[in-house]
């Protein structure tokens, strides 16, 4: 089963800087999903990352702002850019293990911004 | 626009007591839906999946029913305990080629000794 190591777990950034966060997956995947939980809410997907193409995002959330890469089938990264303190969330990425076996998380990012 | 609805918002009981948290969703073309565990600050740990063919799912003192005609889904926490106290999230898989999870906005448990 597919198991994600995300990074880094926390930061604290400046806003007006940019943040990667990373995930590594242990096993191939087509599709990779990356969510936002504000601070008291649940999780709104951000966009979907398919390995040799464009992420696909959702509304309200853009390209710019919100850089998506998918080198290969194990491993993605969102950038959140030009952060401001409305972007002090948790950002998790999520993939179908497959097989009937649901979907699993990584651990999260948990982003401040000062 | 699909929608996942969750009752309660928040919930506190005593240790030892039985008590279920309510899930209701929009689109009776359900795929899978999965019920997900989330403590303060953390990410997310996967309790049961209920696929879109069966009707409940077992897993120790968690049990998870599916019922398709009422959209709903229920999710029952049997003896609870204090560490059972966390917030409960319970998510449907996205209709059509999308592949993703539509979250409700949980239920916080807290469970006192």
């Known amino acids: 089963s597919a198991v994600i190591s995300q990074k880094p777990s926390r930061d604290i950034c400046q806003r007006g800087t940019s943040l990667t966060i990373q995930c590594q997956v242990d096993s191939q995947v087509t599709m990779m999903f990356w969510y936002r939980q504000q601070p008291g809410q649940s999780l709104t997907l951000i966009a979907t990352?398919?390995?040799?193409?464009?992420?696909?995002?959702e509304s309200g959330f853009v390209i710019d702002k919100f850089p998506i890469s998918r080198p290969n089938l194990t491993f993605s990264t969102l950038t959140v850019s030009n952060m401001s303190p409305e972007d002090s969330s948790i950002y998790l990425c999520?993939?179908?293990?497959?097989?009937?076996?649901?979907?699993?998380f990584g651990s999260g990012t948990r982003l401040t911004v000062v | 626009k699909q929608e996942v609805t969750q009752i309660p918002a928040a919930l506190s009981v005593p240790e030892g007591e039985n008590l279920v948290l309510n899930c209701s969703f929009t689109d009776s073309a359900i795929y899978n839906l999965q019920w997900f565990r989330q403590d303060p600050g953390k990410g997310l740990t996967s309790l049961l999946l209920i696929q879109s063919s069966q009707r409940e799912q077992t897993s120790g003192r968690l049990n998870a029913s599916l019922d398709k005609s009422s959209g709903r889904s229920t999710l029952y926490i049997a003896a609870s305990q204090p560490g059972d106290s966390a917030t409960y999230l319970c998510a449907r898989v996205a209709g059509g080629s999308q592949g993703n999870l539509i979250f409700g906005k949980g239920t916080k448990l807290s469970v006192k000794p």
């Open positions: 990352a398919n390995q040799g193409s464009e992420a696909t995002y």
């Open positions: 999520s993939v179908d293990r497959g097989q009937g076996r649901g979907y699993t």
